[in-house]
């Protein structure tokens, strides 16, 4: 009898350890999913939606410069991920352009003032277009082309305003992102330029505090350049490493959930 009550005793206790370390498993899963869940990296198939139609207007950041091929650009990192994990039939109409700044993106009919009239609007990749192909949401990258020109602040402000009040006139979300560091190598008005980069992002984050998504800090070193693990060697453009982090941050936005709510 005192045998079996032994065996009994030591038996419950490996029911309780057993059942305990299930109990801690299913936690640590839990924990694990929610996680993921949060920060975007799992789409379960109950919150998948229709497939999302993204407009890009932009510039050589946008276009997939710098990094060693389309698939590793940000934009091309963020089309995989709404392919993989959203719906297989997601598009993105990247529309961005080497060399562009924010006048190119004006709507079609604008007329640059006397001393921009170089940068004329491209009706085939401006916001005209871009709202002719109704997309769900336009993502707006413009880093540093515009101060590379010298633009003021004001007429950025300006371009930038104009887009967006086309596009809440046609009830289509937009994301902005911020400006980049740039070196501007042997330039003699680097340091001016570089303060209407930093000036300009703030502008940005003011204007568009919703919808604004940083791609400027972290990636700038004290002098304003591009911190050398980022830099593709140009002093302008950002690498594979630069790409990823750029998609990253586009992801951690959550663009994709708000899209399919």
Known sequence: DLSMKVTCIENQKKQRKEKSNYSNLFLMKYFIFCTLFINGLVFTSSAQC??????VLGSSTSYGTGASHQDSSYVGRYFRFLADSVNKDC??????????TSYQMQASGFIPPKNRMRHQPDTLRNITHALSLHPDAIIINFPSNDAGSNFSLQEQK????????LADSAGIPYWITSTQPRNFTRDPLANQKKLLLTEMKTILMELYPESYIDFYEGIQSKNGNILPQYNCGDDIHLNDLGHQLLFTRLKKKGIHRLLCK
């Open 158 to 165: 300006d371009n930038y305003k104009r887009v967006t009040e």
């Open 50 to 55: 229709d497939p999302l139609k993204i407009v």
């Open 91 to 100: 598009v993105i109409y990247n529309l961005a352009l080497s060399g562009y």
